[in-house]
């Protein structure tokens, strides 16, 4: 549907890994220190860049060109697999008859099921990814001068100055989680980050003290690696949807100053282009949607189930850990990032409904009487009419995401914990 647009350079020194990794950050000070400027490129070009620096996205193209970036994806997906079978074992072998370490070790599985998941898709899907960036990008590009430009860039500035700003909170929060994990033999009554069990006592540091250190600089590789590749993705996915709302909020703003495309002696030509473009726009942006929709359905499905799975686990172990400060703190921080996961998810979708049913709002105030013919009357009623079914971020049969079921499910979390404390009573 969409022509891609291949990387611009796959051989980059350590200063262009650098700025490929940081390279948003620098733009958000860059608009921070100079407000009449927009951004060069979206959010979701550099969380793919990010992403690209880290050596966690390779399209058909670099799988073939870079071969040792390749080996180091089978190596990273071999030292997750390790260490999650261990955590399955464990959980078998030693957490069955506790019901607060179950609890715990199938919290963190479910959470390493996600990530692995995602690395999958990312890996499979890259080129599709691709092809969804690049429109957004076309789109953000696409910038035609007009009675609307200043505000235009003020909205994309500002949009992108957000999501930024989310994405340092966000890695900021995973940050304090990896350190918490890392940390938690220092603190906490167990000798690794994760329950894990290996044959022959492996994990024993009394029986085999080196084979246990070797268990814990893995846990601590693979802790950091996936998260971060969790931050990456999950950024990435997200500012594919906030991307669209941001060309919704820039197609709201043009059609507004259409009116005034119409020439002082009548001639509507200028109007008649315009409002051409702007169908044509709309058109794109609910074809990105879909295509972000049917591309990520399986993604979407998953992380509904994780996410509710996980703030009900994290909320019933803290209660049941409500004696150990400790243990309680570490699955309080666990269920605020799943809520806050979900709720960021939510909100997103429900600003891009949103911003979707704003622009028959704006059409409607683009209509004038005395302006222009009937065709193109014509043209803004068809606006309107197809702008009153909101764009959803949805993965059938699931519901959509926004605010409103976001509470339905922290409702079905709060009667699961009910249910389960009331049978341990």
């Not at 350590?14 to 000070?29: C, H, M, P």
């Not at 997750?80 to 506790?98: A, C, R, T």
């Not at 929709?293 to 992380?303: A, S």
């Amino acid at each position: 549907m969409f022509e891609v647009r291949r990387d611009r350079n796959n051989n980059l020194g350590l200063k262009g890994y650098w700025i490929r990794l940081i390279g948003g950050f620098l733009e958000a000070r860059t608009l921070l220190n100079n407000p009449e400027m927009v951004n060069k490129h979206t959010t979701t070009y550099y969380a793919r860049d990010q992403m690209k620096a880290l050596g966690l996205y390779m399209n058909t193209e670099e799988h073939a060109l870079l071969p040792l970036r390749r080996a180091w994806h089978v190596f990273l997906f071999g030292q997750l697999s390790i260490m999650y079978l261990s955590m399955i074992y464990g959980l078998l072998d030693e957490s069955l008859d506790n019901v607060v370490e179950m609890g715990r070790d199938l919290a963190f599985l479910i959470g390493m099921f996600f990530i692995i998941f995602k690395m999958v898709f990312f890996s499979l899907y890259a080129d599709e990814v691709d092809e969804i960036i690049d429109a957004l990008e076309q789109d953000h590009h696409a910038e035609v001068k007009g009675p609307g430009t200043a505000i235009n860039r003020a909205t994309k500035r500002r949009h992108f100055l957000l999501l930024m700003a989310l994405d340092f909170v966000w890695t900021f929060a995973v940050v304090i989680f990896i350190i918490l994990l890392i940390s938690t033999p220092l603190w906490a009554d167990q000798t690794l980050p994760f329950h894990v069990a290996f044959p022959f006592e492996l994990h024993d540091p009394s029986k085999h003290p080196i084979a246990h250190f070797i268990i814990y600089m893995s846990q601590t590789f693979s802790i950091v690696f996936a998260n971060i590749w969790l931050v990456a993705t999950e950024g990435l996915s997200v500012c594919l949807y906030s991307q669209v709302t941001t060309a919704l909020s820039v197609l709201c703003v043009e059609l507004r100053h259409l009116p005034q495309h119409c020439t002082s002696d009548g001639h509507e030509d200028g109007l008649r282009w315009e409002l051409k473009r702007l169908i044509r726009n709309h058109q794109s942006i609910i074809l990105i949607v879909d295509r972000c929709n049917q591309l990520f359905h399986g993604p979407l499905i998953m992380q509904m189930i994780v996410n509710f799975m996980l703030v009900s686990l994290s909320v019933f172990e803290a209660m049941m850990a409500r004696h150990d400060p400790k243990v309680a703190a570490e699955f309080m921080v666990l269920m605020i990032l799943a809520l806050g996961h979900l709720s960021l998810w939510s909100k997103f979708g429900d600003l891009m409904s949103q911003e979707s049913m704003e622009v028959a709002m704006a059409a409607y105030e683009a209509y004038e009487p005395n302006v222009g013919s009937n065709g193109i009357h014509q043209d803004i009623r068809f606006i309107i009419a197809r702008s009153q079914q909101p764009l959803i971020m949805r993965a059938s049969p699931f519901p959509e995401f926004n605010l409103i079921n976001y509470m339905a499910i922290l409702h079905q979390c709060y009667v699961l914990l009910t249910l389960l404390l009331n049978t341990l009573d």
